[in-house]
């Protein structure tokens, strides 16, 4: 998870898995597979270790769907380009979702994101920007992840993030994380902290900056800093 999350989250979500029971084994790779019966049966690692398994279930990341603009004019950088109205560079050809690599006003950058509320929210995007005029995509980027009792829930992108503050109790599993850059809050990962994340997502959108005492951002509402923007 320390692609999108920082340590502590990635750390804290490991451990909890380790609890139930689950192993991890970093930094291997597997060689090849072996079965029986027309079904897998051994994970051979280049360790020289071999698992038993009845089941694999691989997730080697993914890449945009761009083929559709092949042999096209329209301009292709990490999935098809668009502007913060989702037109691409081809005059009334807009482009939504996965496969877009989009210019985001909060960000100031492109990005692209893989996430249901951002195909979603870029859908509506168009849709006014076909039939009325010129709207602009803002939306604070979500996700979410349900596992056992704990919920995640992401608010922003905390790619390129300098400062990470902690409030709440990683032992109570109820904590956030607010990831700062150059003191404006960019992204929080709220653990079983909705309040924090409702919160949250009007502050990033407001480019909220919090640079009071330490001790006071692990105590404050968030809704406080609302009213500080
Ligand atoms: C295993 C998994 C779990 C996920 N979990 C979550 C989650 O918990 N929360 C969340 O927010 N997001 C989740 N996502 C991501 C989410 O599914 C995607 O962000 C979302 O579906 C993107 O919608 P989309 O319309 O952009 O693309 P898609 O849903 O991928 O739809 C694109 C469609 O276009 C079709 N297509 C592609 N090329 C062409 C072509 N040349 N011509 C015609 N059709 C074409 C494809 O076949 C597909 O049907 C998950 C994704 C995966 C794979």
């Known amino acids: 998870m320390n692609r999108v999350v920082s340590k502590d989250v990635s750390r804290f979500f490991q451990s909890e898995h380790e609890d139930k029971g689950v192993r991890f ?15 897998v049966a051994k994970i051979h690692l280049s360790s020289n270790e071999t698992i038993q398994s009845d089941l694999v279930l691989v997730g080697v990341g993914g890449v945009p769907n761009i083929e559709i603009a092949d ?3 329209i301009e292709i950088d ?4 668009v502007d913060s109205a989702c037109r691409t560079n081809v005059e009334d050809i807009y482009a939504i979702g996965d496969c877009t690599n989009h210019w985001n006003k909060i960000y100031q ?10 195909a979603i929210d870029q859908a509506k995007v168009v849709a006014e920007n076909i039939s009325f005029g010129d709207v602009s995509y803002d939306s604070v980027p979500w996700f979410w992840s349900d596992q056992y009792d704990i919920k995640l829930q ?10 990470v503050i902690i409030r709440g109790n990683a032992l109570e599993k109820s904590f956030s994380c607010l990831y700062l850059k150059n003191r404006t809050l960019i992204a929080v990962d709220a653990i ?20 009071d005492d330490k001790n006071n951002i692990k105590e404050i509402d968030l809704k406080e800093y609302l009213h500080k923007s």
Do not use: C, M, W
């Open 25 to 39: 084994l970093f930094n291997q790779n597997i060689s090849y597979f072996s079965g029986e019966n027309g079904n």
């Open 71 to 73: 042999n096209t004019k």
């Open 78 to 81: 990490n999935g098809i380009r």
């Open 109 to 118: 950058r492109y990005i692209r994101l893989e996430s249901v509320q951002n």
């Open 154 to 163: 992401i608010a922003g992108v905390s790619q390129n993030f300098d400062e």
């Open 192 to 211: 079983n902290r909705p309040r924090d994340f409702i919160h949250s997502k009007n502050l990033i959108y407001h480019k909220t900056i919090i640079d």
